[in-house]
């Protein structure tokens, strides 16, 4: 019986050791950056849009998050310093490349310091309060879960109006 008690205890321990420096409890994305999705207003399925720039209006270095190429999705980093965060939008399309037809998105959010573990670290997760955006190419944005965490899923659906009836083309 003693045996079997001190082999119980060294496969036990041994799993423990295994279990214990797998970082499978973290997930890929060790940052809460919210991800959005663009969908076509009338069909409500994913799109492709072609043409786009995106970018943080008053950014450290004004960088771009996309520049010129077409996009299913985007993630759009928050800053933890502040409360509110403004993306811009603008189309390079040929009708439509006028600074006029830009759309803006701006998020008021609370960035909340979050430990997740030993393994994984801290990190920040938002909570949005509050989105206003421009209507120009946008119908309407949703947000499928205002608790952004770096679960690696889309936070955030951008509409666009895709035909001439809906009053732009993409």
Same mark, same amino acid.
């Given at each position: 019986? &003693?045996?079997?008690?001190? +082999?119980?205890?060294v496969? $036990?321990?041994?799993?423990?050791? $295994?279990?214990?420096?797998?970082?499978s409890?973290?997930?890929?994305?060790?940052? /809460?950056?919210?991800?959005?999705?663009?969908?076509? @207003?009338?069909?409500?399925?994913?799109?492709?849009? %072609?043409?786009?720039? +995106? &970018? &943080?209006?008053? /950014?450290?270095?004004?960088?771009?998050?996309?520049?010129?190429?077409?996009? %299913?999705?985007?993630?759009?980093?928050?800053?933890? &310093? =502040?409360?509110?965060?403004?993306?811009?939008? =603008? !189309?390079?399309?040929? /009708?439509?490349?006028?600074?006029?037809?830009? %759309?803006?998105?701006?998020?008021?959010?609370?960035?909340?310091?979050?430990?997740?573990?030993?393994?994984?670290g801290? @990190?920040?997760? !938002?909570?949005?309060?509050?989105?206003?955006?421009?209507? =120009?190419?946008?119908?309407?944005?949703?947000?499928v879960?205002?608790?952004?965490?770096?679960?690696?899923?889309? !936070? +955030?659906?951008?509409?666009?109006r895709?035909?001439a009836?809906?009053g732009?083309?993409?």
């Amino acid at each position: 019986m &003693g045996k079997i008690i001190s +082999i119980l205890t060294v496969i $036990v321990t041994a799993l423990a050791i $295994v279990s214990g420096c797998s970082n499978s409890a973290c997930l890929e994305n060790k940052s /809460a950056l919210p991800l959005a999705g663009f969908y076509d @207003m009338s069909t409500r399925r994913s799109i492709s849009v %072609d043409s786009l720039q +995106i &970018g &943080g209006v008053d /950014a450290p270095d004004d960088s771009l998050l996309l520049d010129n190429t077409r996009a %299913d999705e985007v993630f759009l980093p928050m800053r933890t &310093g =502040h409360t509110s965060t403004k993306f811009f939008i =603008h !189309y390079t399309q040929k /009708a439509i490349s006028d600074p006029r037809f830009n %759309d803006t998105l701006t998020f008021d959010y609370e960035a909340r310091p979050y430990f997740a573990s030993e393994e994984c670290g801290a @990190m920040y997760i !938002y909570k949005v309060g509050k989105l206003n955006y421009t209507k =120009h190419i946008i119908d309407s944005i949703g947000i499928v879960d205002s608790l952004i965490t770096n679960a690696n899923r889309q !936070y +955030i659906h951008i509409f666009f109006r895709t035909s001439a009836e809906e009053g732009a083309a993409l």
